[in-house]
């Protein structure tokens, strides 16, 4: 709808405001002023430019005396002075001023309405509007007659450049926050991800301040209400293995865990969508439809169908589209705590056990390391896998220390008896380009096992070299391979892999052992190559 909302308060003399419109008119200004198309399946395709992905390396966080001391300042959070702040704030309010048309979104980060915030999105690409009506809780009419003034304002100003000269920046990109201004300005990239991604970072800030931990994770529930978590970098399985038509989605990215249980953050969900099939993923291939957004895909020029298997523009496609658009989504999405905590790794190194068990103390470990393993094929003849190390799962979005949220995950397992568990996607037999994929068949009935018990009273045995706790028995997997060392031909070959990725669990630890406890940085790996 369109309506009077008064923007010059942020110095913002738009000729058209369009504030909370339907997702249908969205498409039609899209279609009308922004080159989108309308798919066969009814979705919005559109492109985000130059840019298809996040631009972590122009992140600026500004260093103010009152949260200065609160933020894990690094390659992450790079320091910026409040007066550059202002440049680009000056600069995204003097392009939105220029424009025809300038889009606002009023909605809620956060299911639980005690924690959640009134976030304002101020933006001139009708699809970043659709986006952000898709991913932010959306406000019903009686709560956007009363939504008053936001907590958060976000200024996309995406299409207008940064200024390189501007310091503390040096490219013409920069997404930029100020924790006591309550704003986020992106400049030179029109990206939509960087919104998304610029909410999550706010309540990864806010939330720890109010005892309340923040997750970078999916969540789903049983139909006896016990609540799973999983954590997993790219590639390991979260998504797939979250969505079970038998579990109930609470949500498939952020969440938060307070004293009342977890809650989702967003109201949709952002999928990769590269090789998507309806057979692979069949509920996030029929929630593309009407009122869902597809960015930077492919498509035939005549029928309008989308060709998910084609990366020319990128391999980071995407589809945005409303949580309820899961025909097993919870709403509100809203759970208990969590009785199982599972953290998704896909091991290329082939020597990490398809499941083990962790103590409170090693889900810290592990939860701080944030590991997975990369094939590296970008390159001719490069088959040596390549350790990924991504601090709490979710590196680019911390704000505290990672061991503050590590700290707070373990007391909350402990307080409400939740399990730890590492879950291995990746190679057994062997490392990449010698072993073979784990079956997705054999990781399921794994998920299964620990959601029905089976693995709580299963024999275990422990681990030589990382010292984790592995069933020997699991319902639907074969014993053989519940011990890696076992299914390599090569058993000096074995040693040396892990001892290689011991040794590379303690480099990446080094960066946090200062703050870590003991008991933590003795939960990791018990052997280092050379000591």
Same mark, same amino acid.
């Given at each position: 709808m369109s309506d009077s909302i008064d923007l010059t308060q942020y110095g913002i003399k738009a000729k058209e405001i369009i504030h909370n419109a339907a997702p249908a008119k969205l498409y039609e200004d899209a279609i009308r002023y922004d080159g989108a198309v309308i798919t066969s399946a009814g979705a919005i395709a559109?492109?985000?430019?130059?840019?298809?992905?996040?631009?972590?390396?122009?992140?600026?966080?500004?260093?103010?005396?009152?949260?200065?001391?609160?933020?894990?300042?690094?390659? !992450?959070?790079?320091? =910026?002075?409040?007066?550059?702040?202002?440049?680009?704030?000056?600069?995204?309010i003097d392009f939105l001023s220029h424009c025809d048309r300038v889009y606002v979104v009023d909605g809620f980060a956060g299911w639980d309405p005690k924690y959640r915030i009134k976030t304002r999105i101020i933006c001139a690409r009708p699809y970043h509007a659709l986006f952000m009506h898709n991913m932010l809780i959306r406000p019903t009419a009686e709560e956007l007659a009363d939504y008053g003034e936001p907590d958060y304002v976000v200024f996309n100003g995406g299409q207008f450049p940064a200024d390189p000269n501007t310091p503390g920046l040096g490219s013409p990109t920069s997404v930029s926050l100020s924790f006591e201004r309550s704003e986020f300005v992106i400049l030179g990239t029109q990206y939509a991800g960087e919104m998304k991604k610029g909410i999550?970072? !706010?309540?990864?800030? =806010?939330?720890?301040?109010?005892?309340?931990?923040?997750?970078?994770?999916?969540?789903?529930?049983?139909?006896?209400?016990?609540?799973?978590?999983?954590?997993?970098?790219?590639g390991t399985g979260k998504t797939t293995l979250s969505a079970d038509t038998r579990r109930a989605l609470i949500g498939d990215d952020e969440h938060c865990w307070s004293d009342d249980g977890v809650f989702n953050i967003e109201g949709g969900c952002y999928a990769k969508c590269i090789d998507l099939s309806e057979e692979k993923e069949p509920e996030i291939f029929r929630a593309i439809r009407f009122g869902s957004v597809l960015e930077n895909i492919v498509y035939d020029e005549a029928t309008r169908e989308v060709d998910y298997t084609d990366s020319s523009i990128t391999e980071n496609t995407r589809a945005s589209y409303p949580i309820e658009f899961i025909p097993n989504a919870k709403i509100p999405c809203v759970g208990g705590h969590p009785k199982n905590i599972i953290l998704l790794t896909c091991d290329a190194f082939g020597v990490l056990p398809p499941v083990s068990q962790l103590t409170p103390d090693q889900a810290m470990y592990h939860f701080i390391s944030g590991y997975t393993a990369k094939v590296a094929g970008t390159e001719v003849g490069v088959t040596e896998p390549e350790a990924t190390f991504s601090a709490c799962f979710g590196a680019a979005f911390?704000?505290?220390?990672?061991?503050?949220?590590?700290?707070?995950?373990a007391e909350l397992m402990r307080k409400h008896h939740a399990k730890a568990w590492l879950v291995n996607t990746g190679w057994s037999g062997g490392a990449y380009g010698t072993g073979s994929r784990m079956k997705l068949a054999y990781t399921r009935a794994i998920i299964d096992a620990i959601h029905d018990g089976a693995l709580d009273d299963a024999p275990m045995a422990e681990d030589p070299i990382f010292g984790l706790s592995v069933p020997t028995e699991c319902p639907h997997v074969p014993s053989e391979i519940l011990i890696p060392k076992q299914t390599w031909d090569d058993q000096a070959a074995f040693e040396e892999t892990a001892k290689k990725l011991a040794q590379l669990f303690h480099e990446n630890f080094e960066k946090y052992a200062d703050a870590a406890s003991e008991a933590i940085k003795n939960a990791g790996p018990g052997v280092v190559v050379g000591a």
């Open positions: 559109t492109s985000s430019a130059e840019k298809t992905g996040r631009s972590p390396k122009d992140k600026r966080v500004v260093d103010h005396p009152d949260s200065s001391d609160d933020i894990w300042w690094g390659n !992450i959070n790079i320091k =910026l002075e409040e007066s550059s702040f202002m440049v680009n704030r000056q600069r995204a999550f970072t !706010i309540m990864h800030y =806010l939330m720890p301040k109010t005892g309340v931990l923040s997750m970078h994770c999916s969540a789903n529930e049983g139909p006896e209400g016990d609540v799973s978590l999983f954590f997993g970098l790219s911390l704000v505290w220390h990672p061991t503050k949220y590590a700290e707070m995950l």
